[in-house]
Each structure stands twice: as structure tokens, then as C-alpha cells.
């Protein structure tokens, strides 16, 4: 650099003495010294980067030793480092691929479950529908039979998948009496011809009273009339209409299942009542729920 500065100032002189340079000239040579005293700067700045840089390696390298560790080393471990987290994403990968095969058989077990509950239900359904269109059948038939007279002491109504046929009891029995009235014949001949027709059926005959103590020395009580009514009717059903006993089933309520208040005539008059109930078979369904899919458990093992 003082080679070039010295370069520099010799020119400037010999101009000077020569006396034949233009002040042109003169100002052409300042601008050249001015631009090349910026690239001096420039490149003392470069050199001292450098320097600096060169410095700041050195100390790397010095705390690099300073620690134990050489390049080798550090990079041995990094390999160790990654062939560590390869492993981990190795078996990370095998427990996704397991709960997915796993998923897979679950939900495979589960819609075969859901076809078996599905045709279950449709079962269920179809034997529902069967009985109420029979039920509807039965009743709109033993309406269609029962004149209007015998209708006003008459009731038929199907409730929750049964037939009920409430018979008041000033028809079917002489008061105080559980004998049957003759003018009950004709109307009982009726129902009995709807049973007989219906042999799925079974036939609850249900005798009801109102809250009046019976004053009887043959009957004790209300009990004890209810019950002997329903069984004169189940025996009529039987003996004169040849409705077949095993379907048949009598049962007395006594005062204990009133349909109006015992305070009052009419209340009492609606109480005193006997029921033919007619139900479907239970046997289907029985068979139906015994036949209910079941839900397997399984325990999964958690790897």
C-alpha cells in the first residue's frame, strides 16, 4: 500500500515539475488518486473481515478440542442419534399398521352385528304387525256380529296389542248370582264362534266387582263373586260352545281393579263388569326374543 501511495505522489510531483501539464489534467489526476485511495480503504476493510473471521475459526476450533469431542466423534453420534429415531418411527409405524388391521376386524364384527340386530327387529316388527292387523280383523268382525242392542251392554277395544270385551254384568248374570243369564246366550255364542276362529289366540276371562260387600252365605266376598263369574263364563265357553279348555283362563279382580267411581250408580254399574281379553300367543315372541342376537365381548391386548 505505501508502494502505491508513493507511486502516487512521485506522478503528482513530475507533473509538477514538468510545468507542461493543463489544469485539465491536473484535475483528472486528483479525481484517479480520490478513487483509488476509497479502493484502499475498501480493501483494508476486506482484509480485516477476513482477519476476523480467520480468528473466530480458530477459536471454534480451539473450544471443539477444548471439549474432548472431534468432528468424527460428534458425528458418530449424530448418526447414533438418528438410527435411534428411525427405530422409534419404525415401531411407531407398526402399532398404527396393527390398530388399523384391528379397526378393520372391529368394524367388520360390528356391521354383522348391526345386519343381525337389523333382521331381528324387522322380525319383531313383522310379528307386531301380523297381530295387530289380526287384532283389528278380530274386533271389526265381533262388531260387525253383535246387533245394536247387544252392542249398548257390549264394549270391544284393542289396547297395547290386545282385545278386550267388557260385558256388563246385569246381562250376563242374574243380580247377586254368578249363574249366566239365558238372555247372554246369543251373545256369548258369538264370541265364542270369533274364538274358535282365532286359534292363536289365548282367552283371559276376567271377572270384576263393585265396592258393595255381597251379602251371600255361599259366596265370603267380592273375591270370591268375581272369580266365580269369570270361571261360569270360561265353563260356558266350554261345555256349550266347545271352545277348547286349554286356551281358556279364568280370574276374579274382586272390587280392586274399578274403571269409575263406586260413589255413584253409573260408577258402580261400569265396575261391575266382566272381560274377555283375547291375546296373541306369547310363544312367537318368546322364540323371537330367545332367538335376539347376542353381543360378543372381546378383550383387545394392549401391545
Known amino acids: 500500500m505505501k508502494t502505491i501511495r508513493f507511486s502516487i505522489m512521485m506522478v503528482l510531483a513530475a507533473m509538477m515539475m514538468t510545468g507542461c501539464v493543463s489544469k485539465k489534467r491536473l484535475t483528472e489526476c486528483e479525481g484517479n488518486n480520490e478513487k483509488l485511495l476509497n479502493e484502499l480503504s475498501t480493501l483494508q476493510k476486506r482484509i480485516e473481515q477476513l482477519q476476523s473471521e480467520k480468528q473466530d475459526q480458530l477459536m471454534q476450533l480451539t473450544e471443539s478440542k477444548t471439549n474432548g469431542k472431534s468432528l468424527e466423534q460428534r458425528l458418530k453420534e449424530a448418526q447414533a442419534q438418528l438410527a435411534e429415531k428411525q427405530a422409534t418411527l419404525k415401531e411407531m409405524q407398526k ?16 356391521v354383522d352385528e348391526i345386519n343381525a340386530s337389523n333382521k331381528y327387529i324387522k322380525q319383531l ?3 307386531k304387525s301380523k297381530s295387530d292387523s289380526l287384532n283389528v280383523a278380530l274386533t271389526n268382525k265381533l262388531t260387525r256380529s253383535l246387533s245394536r242392542e247387544e252392542l249398548k251392554d257390549v264394549d270391544v277395544k284393542v289396547l297395547k296389542g290386545v282385545v278386550y ?3 256388563n254384568d246385569n246381562m250376563l248374570y242374574k243380580s247377586g248370582s254368578y249363574e249366566i243369564s239365558p238372555a247372554a246366550a246369543a251373545t256369548l255364542s258369538k264370541i ?15 271377572g270384576n266387582t263393585d265396592n258393595v260387600p255381597i251379602r251371600q252365605t255361599n259366596i265370603r266376598n267380592n273375591w270370591d263373586l268375581s272369580a266365580l263369574r269369570a270361571s261360569s263364563v270360561v265353563q260356558e265357553l266350554q ?14 279382580r274382586g272390587e ?5 267411581d263406586n260413589e255413584t250408580p253409573e260408577g258402580r254399574s261400569q265396575n261391575r263388569r266382566t272381560q274377555i281379553i283375547i291375546t296373541p300367543q306369547l310363544d312367537q315372541f318368546l322364540d323371537l326374543i330367545d332367538a335376539a342376537p ?3 365381548e372381546e378383550t383387545v391386548a394392549e401391545e
Open 125 to 127: 316388527v313383522e310379528a
Open 239 to 252: 261345555n256349550k260352545y266347545g271352545v277348547n279348555p286349554s286356551r281358556l283362563t279364568a280370574g276374579g
Open 95 to 110: 402399532t398404527l399398521d396393527q390398530s388399523i388391521m384391528q379397526g378393520g376386524k372391529n368394524i367388520s364384527k360390528l
Open 192 to 206: 265364542a264362534k270369533i274364538i274358535t276362529d282365532y286359534k292363536d289366540y289365548e282367552v283371559l276371562v276376567e
Open 294 to 296: 347376542e353381543a360378543e
Open 256 to 260: 280392586y281393579n274399578p274403571v269409575a
Open 165 to 167: 270385551i267388557s260385558l
